[in-house]
T-cell receptor, first 112, second 113 residues
Framework: DGGITQSPKYLFRKEGQNVTLSCEQN?????MYWYRQDPGQGLRLIYY???????QKGDIAEGYSVSREKKESFPLTVTSAQKNPTAFYLC???????????FGQGTRLTVV | DAKTTQPNSMESNEEEPVHLPCNHS???????IHWYRQLPSQGPEYVIH???SNVNNRMASLAIAEDRKSSTLILHRATLRDAAVYYC??????????????FGQGTILTVHP
């Protein structure tokens, strides 16, 4: 079945460590997105990518980095520079041209 | 940036229609209007989207104002499973923010039995 997969579902890290969240899609979608969601809040856009080897900052990119070396994969690194990294992270993809977005089930990151 | 405005919360009774409003006064001619819904601790689920004309699918209907500055998501018969946070989004399909998909705070829909 086609879909978008985020792993792991839960992730714990010590403060000061970088951590990379995985996002893979087999929908042949060109565009991919990373969002952060805090309790009781909406989704905030971190980074997005329309094509391989290209990506743009969203509204809250500071403290995060991404890469897009393959069409299927868009990993997000939460760096030690991110002041409040504990959150629910969601990855999405679209085919472009304004079409439907598909979301992963999210990764809940806890930094202690 | 593409911003939408929605009521914070709405309530409905089961089996009654629900009309969820959204204002998108800054919408441009190439922006699509998307609706998603989200249950706690899950990723958002696509509901419906449109550009200019009203749209229907098995989940809902989308009514778009003639000037496109507002839209309404219509759930024809609410069920308890429709209780969720509903997000209305402008999907930038042109310009410098091409492909940017920005969420607002959404509307919390409560459905009473």
């Amino acid at each position: 079945d086609g879909g978008i997969t985020q792993s792991p579902k839960y992730l714990f890290r010590k403060e000061g460590q970088n951590v990379t969240l995985s996002c893979e899609q087999n929908l042949n979608h060109d565009a991919m997105y990373w969002y952060r969601q805090d309790p009781g809040q909406g989704l905030r856009l971190i980074y997005y990518s329309q094509i391989v080897n290209d990506f743009q900052k969203g509204d809250i990119a500071e403290g995060y980095s991404v890469s897009r070396e393959k069409k299927e994969s868009f990993p997000l690194t939460v760096t030690s520079a991110q002041k409040n990294p504990t959150a629910f992270y969601l990855c999405a993809s679209t085919s472009g041209e304004g079409g439907e977005a598909f979301f992963g089930q999210g990764t809940r990151l806890t930094v202690v | 940036d593409a911003k939408t405005t929605q009521p914070n919360s709405m309530e409905s009774n089961e089996e009654e229609p629900v009309h969820l409003p959204c204002n998108h006064s800054t919408i441009s001619g190439t922006d699509y209007i998307h609706w998603y819904r989200q249950l706690p601790s899950q990723g958002p689920e696509y509901v419906i989207h449109g550009l200019t004309s009203n749209v229907n699918n098995r989940m809902a209907s989308l009514a778009i104002a003639e000037d496109r500055k507002s839209s309404t998501l219509i759930l024809h018969r609410a069920t308890l499973r429709d209780a969720a946070v509903y997000y209305c989004i402008q999907f930038n399909a042109g310009g410098t923010s091409y492909g940017k998909l920005t969420f607002g705070q959404g509307t919390i829909l409560t459905v009473h039995p």
